[in-house]
């Protein structure tokens, strides 16, 4: 079974401009989620989807969005960047069965550069 | 304010021996904790995990333990092997039987097992 896919692998960036980071996840997952990694601040929660909608934010600014479409594929977009948004970008994927919550398979992440 | 932490940031054991991670926590309110490995270039990978009505959990060489009223959980890998060498992280969720994707991650804990 293929994992979770995440596009681009590595980009850079100068401040100001925006970026739209892509993830696949594992077929029959409906849940995506997205973690923000820093060396500093570690694994950040920045949203979740299941079906579309938007169900649970992290504390991150407006400028951090995303979408989820019908296909369970996810885009996260950052606007106006900044030097602090510079960092490895995760994509979880889950197939939430209940019990608890779910195991996360996560993608290998997006290495944005914002210079 | 950290509600995860992992206060040792490195840990150094010998093949076979025992490596033992810990981990606190501030929120009562979580109620499920997964511990998380991550190789080099790699997504973090789920490893195991264990609800608050339970104080053990094990699975092969890898055993989680909580101790509710510490508000502590710790991994127990035994014997530890030169594979085992990774980041861990521990992660708590309080959304019960919801989703439960949004996960607070600790810093995580860098394991080096020495053949």
């Known amino acids: 079974k293929a994992g979770v896919t995440q596009t681009p692998r590595y980009l850079i960036k100068t401040r100001g401009q925006q970026v739209t980071l892509s993830c696949s996840p594992i077929?029959?997952?409906?849940?995506v989620s997205w973690y923000q990694q820093t060396p500093g601040q570690g694994l950040q929660f920045l949203f979740e989807?299941?079906?579309?909608?938007?169900?649970n934010k992290g504390n991150f600014p407006g400028r951090f969005s995303g979408r989820q479409f019908s296909n369970s594929r996810s885009e996260m977009n950052v606007s106006t960047l900044e030097l602090g948004d510079s960092a490895l970008y995760l994509c979880?994927?889950?197939?939430?069965?209940?019990?608890?919550?779910?195991?996360?398979?996560f993608g290998e992440g997006s290495r944005l550069t914002v210079l | 304010d950290q509600q995860v932490k992992q206060n040792s940031p490195s840990l150094s054991v010998q093949e076979g021996r025992i490596s033992i991670l810990n981990c606190d926590y501030t929120?009562?309110?979580?109620?499920?904790f997964l511990w998380y490995k991550k190789y080099p270039a790699e997504g973090p990978t789920f490893l195991i995990s264990?609800?608050?009505?339970?104080d053990k959990n094990e699975d092969g060489r890898f055993t989680v333990f909580l101790n509710k009223s510490a508000k502590h959980l710790s991994l127990h890998i035994v014997p530890s092997q030169p594979g085992d060498s990774a980041v861990y992280f521990c992660?708590?969720?309080?959304?019960?039987?919801?989703?439960?994707?949004?996960?607070?991650f600790g810093k995580g804990t860098t394991l080096s097992v020495s053949s």
């Open positions: 979880a994927s889950s197939s939430l069965r209940g019990g608890g919550p779910g195991e996360l398979f």
């Open positions: 077929s029959g997952h409906r849940s």
């Open positions: 989807y299941f079906s579309e909608t938007q169900r």
């Open positions: 929120n009562s309110m979580f109620d499920y």
């Open positions: 264990i609800s608050s009505i339970k």
């Open positions: 992660a708590a969720s309080s959304d019960g039987n919801q989703a439960g994707t949004a996960l607070i």
